[in-house]
């Protein structure tokens, strides 16, 4: 633990008027870590999510990435720093294939310019071809291959959420932020996602933050655990404790589990 | 590599010989005002597939192209006028090079009106374009150094059909190209959503800057072809109903399809201008009663209702439901001009008659309104004519006869 960590958030606030949705927040993650965001509905964690992304810029308070400070900064710059967000309300190109959709993606470390796309000169040919099979790579990952080429919008809810995590992906981020990437999939398709987000921890050498409601998901896969509750930090330690933590029996799991 | 260079030379040559034609077509057409109209008709080709990269494939929503046709009209008409006599070139290089500034110029004010603008969204966006429109059309009413609202005229026209549609070529190519490299992932994506796009690390100004820009300046280019051509211009040449007429092509061809809105151009083009010259055999224009025109209504209201029962409800192969789809509008037509027969329709009404070239505009407005009913995407949708298409069709014909003669 001697080197600094991956992504530091230290004391962020963020007001909208009289709504202190984040108050005070502060946490470390370290390369390699599954962590997990948790708290009642309102809490501040998807807020949490835009601040790191660079949706909103905090009131107050800096996060830093790679220790670099990077609050304020817009979003495609973000990306291009190596964080990338999957969303709650899932946001596909939804008129895209679903392989276009990991291609964007993957776009951002383009290197032909706009000239060689509007001409199509070789080397931007290639680059698509690369692209693409970087991107069908991805697919294999999250076992979407098989529907490469269907509209993304034709997907079932379960698909369309691993497809959202595949074009997070693609964009090569060395942290991946997922905000409840479980909710509205069947048993089945949650032990799925499972085995998608350790490989992507483990083969992809990626460090995941996530946000979810089904306590048994981020119990069983989270190896440190972050509660808010009102934009506060109520608690923060190993799966263990948070299970046992009376403040958050009280405010969020109501019993224990 | 070898390939690669096949498929360039050989598009090149059909580009070439595409020109060729045009070019052959047009002298031959043996008449001013028929040689106009097929001009004109290539360049809307230009203006509509140059602006369906900017609504149709990054999804703003810009309704003030005629602006940058004007923009770039007036550049290569000021420019002629204050320079081609103190030069040695061929007018065709003249033609060329005016092409350029007035694709330059009306970049730039792409540029300019899209910088601050590009933060809004949709209708605002529509409204800010739409006022930039009309502000340049004012400006150039305004000044009486190019002549006010009379225009001005400077020469020598030249008349270069091939560059028309060498233009058109151009401006397909380079959408299409756009499409087919992974270069054109993120206009569609800053299309579909922005928030993903940016999340995505798409830099969501600088993809809605570039289609403003580039589809700018080809309708500059465009217009700088006109001024030539023409050798005389005015304000009232770029009024609104040429930005609306061009959006018309790119939503009634199918919002994104490039084939959709050069195809539409044609034929919207042609719809507007022909009745213009529809005569009877002596000559006059033709009338046509109330009653008709009213039995006309009534025909394509049954057929609308008829096929949007028909599309809820039946599904089947593409050709049955076009057989199938032609019938209902036949049977319309029939059951309309049957009940005018039993209700006596034209003894009820009177003999009223109206000019059939007066109701052009109500003609475009009645096929828009059967497109936005039956098919709210556009003709097209989001479709575009491949060479793999082409071929699957006649595939599947080999197919069929296999079939039939196992």
Redesign the interface.
């Given at each position: 633990m001697s080197e600094s960590p991956l992504l530091k958030l230290d004391q962020a606030t963020i007001q909208f008027g009289g709504l202190i949705a984040v108050n005070n927040v502060s946490f470390e993650l370290n390369k390699g870590d599954l962590f997990g965001l948790i708290g009642p509905n309102g809490a501040g964690k998807t807020t949490c999510f835009n601040i790191i992304?660079g949706?909103y810029k905090p009131t107050s308070g800096k996060i830093f990435f790679r220790g670099r400070d990077i609050s304020g900064v817009?979003?495609?710059k973000i990306?291009?720093e190596g964080i990338?967000?999957t969303?709650q309300n899932i946001?596909?190109?939804?008129?895209?294939s679903v392989l276009?959709n990991v291609?964007?993606?993957?776009?951002?470390r383009?290197k032909?310019g706009?000239f060689?796309?509007?001409?199509?000169l070789?080397n931007?040919?290639k680059?698509?071809d690369h692209?693409?099979e970087e991107a069908m790579k991805l697919l294999e990952v999250v076992n979407l291959s098989h529907v490469a080429n269907h509209r993304s919008a034709d997907l079932p809810y379960g698909m369309q959420r691993r497809l959202e995590i595949a074009?997070?992906m693609?964009?090569q981020p060395d942290l991946l932020l997922l905000d409840e990437p479980a909710a509205g999939m069947n048993p089945q398709e949650k032990d799925e996602l499972k085995e998608v987000v350790y490989r992507i921890r483990d083969e992809f050498d990626k460090t995941v933050l996530l946000i979810e409601h089904d306590m048994k998901f981020v119990m069983g896969l989270c190896e440190r655990i972050f509660v808010l509750d009102r934009g506060l930090e109520i608690a923060h330690g190993p799966p263990e404790d948070i299970r046992s933590n009376p403040k958050v029996i009280e405010a969020y799991l109501g019993e224990p589990v | 590599?070898g390939k690669?260079w096949t498929v360039r030379i050989a598009s090149v040559v059909a580009a070439l010989a595409g020109c060729f034609i045009f070019q052959t077509v047009a002298t031959n057409l043996g008449n001013d005002y028929y040689l106009r109209l097929f001009l004109l008709a290539g360049l809307y080709v230009t203006l509509s597939v140059s602006l369906n990269l900017i609504n149709g494939i990054t999804g703003q929503f810009s309704i003030g192209h005629a602006a940058f046709y004007m923009i770039g009209a007036y550049t290569a008409g000021i420019l002629t006028r204050a320079y081609y006599e103190q030069q040695p070139l061929l007018p065709e290089l003249w033609l060329v090079i005016m092409m350029l500034a007035g694709g330059l110029f009306a970049a730039l004010a792409g540029l300019l009106v899209g910088l601050p603008s590009l933060r809004l969204k949709g209708d605002y966006l529509a409204i800010v374009t739409l006022g930039f429109g009309e502000i340049i059309r004012i400006v150039a009413t305004n000044q009486q150094s190019v002549g006010g609202s009379y225009g001005f005229s400077f020469g020598p026209k030249v008349v270069a059909p091939w560059m028309v549609c060498l233009l058109a070529i151009i401006t397909i190519a380079?959408c299409r190209?756009?499409l087919?490299?992974?270069?054109?992932?993120?206009f569609?994506?800053v299309?579909?959503?922005e928030?993903?796009?940016?999340?995505?690390?798409?830099?969501?100004t600088k993809t809605k800057v570039?289609a403003f820009v580039?589809g700018s300046a080809l309708a500059g280019a465009a217009g700088a072809i006109l001024a030539l051509n023409e050798g005389y211009l005015n304000p009232d040449i770029f009024k609104m109903d040429v930005s609306f007429l061009i959006l018309t092509m790119v939503v009634l061809g199918g919002t994104?399809s490039i084939t959709g809105s050069a195809l539409a151009a044609i034929f919207l083009f042609l719809t507007i201008e022909i009745p213009r010259n529809i005569q009877t055999a002596d000559g006059q224009k033709v009338q046509i009663t109330l009653a008709s025109l009213l039995m006309a209504g009534l025909a394509i209201a049954i057929a609308i209702s008829l096929l949007r029962k028909i599309k809820d409800h039946f599904h089947g192969p593409p050709n049955q439901r076009l057989i199938r789809n032609l019938g209902v509008i036949g049977g319309s037509i029939a059951g309309a001009i049957v009940l005018s027969m039993i209700l006596n329709a034209t003894t009820v009404m009177g003999d009223k008659t109206f000019e059939f070239d007066k109701l052009r505009m109500v003609i475009l407005s009645i096929m828009l309104l059967v497109v936005m009913l039956l098919r709210p995407q556009g003709v097209l949708a989001?479709h575009e004519f491949s060479w793999d298409f082409v071929k699957r069709l006649f595939r599947k014909d080999h197919d069929d006869k296999a079939e039939v003669a196992s």
């Open positions: 992304t949706v817009p979003s495609n990306a291009q990338c967000r969303f946001r596909l190109f939804q008129a895209l276009e291609v964007v993606g993957g776009f951002l383009h032909t706009l060689s796309g509007l001409t199509l070789p931007a040919i680059e698509t692209l693409r074009r997070a693609a964009t | 590599m690669f380079i190209n756009l087919k490299s992974a270069h054109g992932l993120p569609l994506a299309r579909e959503d928030i993903a796009a940016s999340a995505m690390g798409v830099n969501v570039a580039l994104g989001h």
